[in-house]
């Protein structure tokens, strides 16, 4: 390439590419960053999400680190490029580290994302299996059609309808106790609550597939020796 172009079209196309890297790194940032506020390093899923960010936006950089690459090459005289191409090769090595303990981390956050979604599920659970407890036991207690009305009421449960009213008072009891105890024994039949396992799982295939083949290409861009830096005093 630099027998085909002139040195001005070289210095052209290495500002262009130091340029775009510079774009490419604040989209990296932004990509990461933004979806995270506010930080909560507590939180499984904040966790989860934080190192689905890096390894889904690490192309990102990884291009952002290519062009540097190429805008030292392209203009091998300027002091500049190669300065900046010096110090991604030295700062690789901790990306690379970063890139590697997402592996660990997701596991960590995944196995307590699972735990927190079966905790939450389960409290679900038990408040509708509570709740339908406090409505059998409103209609138990009712002994008239208006007084069924203010119990249901007093739990902020629907009210009757024009038709329930009409119903005899034991028949319409029979018929709601009926159908409280379907739902209940429906809820108790229930596999167990819905954890969202198969999400999880892709999102940690995604990381550990990801995770290391960065951290293998900033590895290969480490190992890239640059030319000494061009003295600037010399003609």
């Known amino acids: 390439m630099q027998g085909s172009l002139s040195k001005s079209e070289r210095q052209g196309l290495a500002a262009l590419a130091a340029a775009t890297a510079n774009v490419l790194l604040v989209l990296f940032v ?11 390093p507590l939180d499984p ?14 192309f990102l950089a ?3 680190v290519l062009l540097l690459h190429l805008a030292a090459v392209l203009d091998q005289g300027s002091v500049w490029h190669h300065a900046r191409r010096l110090l991604v090769r030295q700062c690789s090595g901790l990306v690379v580290l970063g890139f590697l303990l997402l592996i660990p981390l997701q596991g960590l956050a995944a196995t307590l994302g699972r735990e927190a979604a079966q905790s939450q599920a389960n409290r679900a659970a038990s408040l509708q299996q509570a709740r339908l407890e406090q409505f059998r036991q409103a209609v138990q207690r009712s002994g008239s059609i208006a007084e069924l009305q203010g119990q249901l009421a007093a739990i902020q449960a629907p009210p009757l309808s024009a038709a329930d009213q ?8 029979s018929d709601m106790l009926s159908q409280i105890k379907a739902q209940q024994t429906s809820l108790r039949q229930q596999a167990g609550p819905r954890v969202p396992t198969e999400l999880l799982i892709k999102d940690s295939l995604r990381v550990l597939l990801l995770a290391p083949l960065l951290a293998y290409a900033f590895a290969m861009g480490r190992r890239i020796t640059p030319p000494p830096l061009p003295d600037p005093y010399k003609p």
């Open 30 to 40: 932004l990509a990461v960053v933004l979806p995270l506020l506010p930080p909560k």
């Open 45 to 58: 899923f904040w966790l989860l999400a934080f190192t689905g960010a890096f390894c889904t936006n690490g």
């Open 62 to 64: 990884l291009l952002a």
């Open 166 to 173: 009409r119903l005899a008072l034991p028949a319409l009891k």
